[in-house]
Nanobody
């Protein structure tokens, strides 16, 4: 599975961004997929994940209620809608995929396949 994240940019606090993760590979639709982020000087952390069917999701406490993960398996794409953005959301965002069933929480490198990140900067 190969993954490519896009959609990052600069936004003011309170604004919104939508990230996309385009995947290649016939098995992508059977993989759980997630978003992680890494801010300068900090460890990579889990943000959100979605089951292969899209029927189940999990979120970190820091983004719950503000971010929404979704997927379109027909287009091999996963999305992260980010609303009410805060300066502390500033980070490089990575999408990842894993063949195991969805978990409620992941460690910072808790999935098997990774794409290159996309920068999200939230100004105050």
């Amino acid at each position: 599975v190969q993954l490519q994240a896009s959609g990052g940019g600069l936004v003011q606090a309170g604004g919104s961004l939508r990230l996309s993760c385009a995947a290649s590979g016939r098995t992508f639709s059977s993989y759980a997929t997630g978003w992680f982020r890494q801010a300068p000087g900090k460890e990579r952390e889990f943000v959100a994940a979605i089951s292969w069917s899209g029927g189940s999701t999990s979120y970190s406490d820091s983004v719950k209620g503000r971010f929404t993960i979704s997927r379109d398996n027909a287009k091999n794409t996963v999305f992260l809608q980010m609303n009410s953005l805060k300066p502390e959301d500033t980070a490089v965002y990575y999408c990842a995929a894993d063949p195991l069933p969805l978990k409620s929480y992941y460690r910072g490198y808790g999935m098997d396949y990774w794409g290159k990140g996309t920068q999200v900067t939230v100004s105050s």
